[in-house]
């Protein structure tokens, strides 16, 4: 889930050695086309917070890189940005780390019926995301593999949340979605039904 190309896993490569000597880890990687190609990559420290200057030294750092290897033709520009609040979460850890909080998955297959969901994380078991759905007495058990997409529901729980023990909101920096979803989905407090 932290690529979907081949190029973004090319760069991820490139990108993760430089992040961890800085102390930091790659969220997620997308090269994304338009008028003009941008590389974005999401970071954060590994107790999940980042600032200003943890994603301007991991840009440095990473230009310097990408100077040498070339791993995108042409121009593009470099984007490097934390998750966001409502943030992309791409690992057995980022899950485990959410617990408790509403979250939205996409799975690569049909299971009963559908492919999204959306529901209170309730941990990871072995290599298996927990979800409790709306409706459903059972906590609901899905195979890490199977996620090709999941991201943080906008809560009035989750930006409380976010707000403890964090920098000043002018060292912050909004994901690609920041801003993107409705505030009034809900407070966090139990599952809303699947979109």
């Given at each position: 889930?932290?690529?979907?190309s081949?190029?973004?896993?090319?760069?991820?490569?490139?990108?993760e050695p430089?992040?961890e000597a800085l102390g930091?880890e790659?969220?997620?990687?997308?090269?994304?086309g338009?008028k003009?190609?941008t590389?974005q990559?999401?970071?954060?420290r590994?107790d999940g917070?980042?600032n200003?200057?943890?994603?301007a030294?991991l840009?440095?750092?990473?230009s310097?890189?990408f100077?040498e290897?070339?791993?995108i033709?042409?121009e593009?520009?470099?984007?490097?940005?934390?998750?966001?609040i409502d943030?992309?979460?791409?690992t057995?850890?980022h899950?485990?780390?959410?617990?408790?909080?509403?979250?939205?998955?996409?799975l690569?297959?049909?299971?009963?019926g559908?492919k999204?969901?959306?529901?209170?994380?309730?941990?990871?078991?072995d290599n298996?995301?927990?979800?409790?759905?709306?409706?459903?007495?059972d906590?609901?058990v899905i195979?890490?593999?199977?996620?090709?997409?999941?991201?943080?529901?906008?809560?009035?729980?989750?930006l409380a949340?976010?707000?403890k023990?964090r920098?000043p909101p002018?060292?912050d920096i909004?994901?690609d979605?920041?801003?993107?979803?409705?505030?009034?989905e809900?407070?966090g407090?139990r599952?809303?039904s699947d979109?």
């Open positions: 889930m932290k690529t979907r081949p190029q973004d896993v090319h760069i991820l490569e490139l990108a430089v992040a930091l790659i969220v997620r990687v997308r090269v994304m338009g003009k190609t590389c990559i999401m970071t954060e590994h917070d980042v200003v200057a943890d994603c030294r840009s440095r750092a990473l310097a890189v100077e290897v070339d791993p033709a042409g593009y520009d470099l984007e490097v940005s934390s998750p966001g943030r992309p979460l791409t057995l850890a899950f485990a780390r959410w617990e408790g909080f509403e979250a939205k998955l996409e690569d297959r049909l299971v009963e559908r999204r969901y959306r529901g209170l994380l309730a941990g990871v078991e298996a995301v927990l979800i409790d759905l709306a409706g459903e007495e906590t609901a195979p890490f593999d199977w996620i090709s997409d999941a991201k943080l529901v906008l809560t009035d729980a989750l949340e976010s707000l023990g920098t002018s060292d909004g994901g979605d920041a801003g993107e979803n409705d505030m009034g809900g407070d407090a599952p809303a979109d």
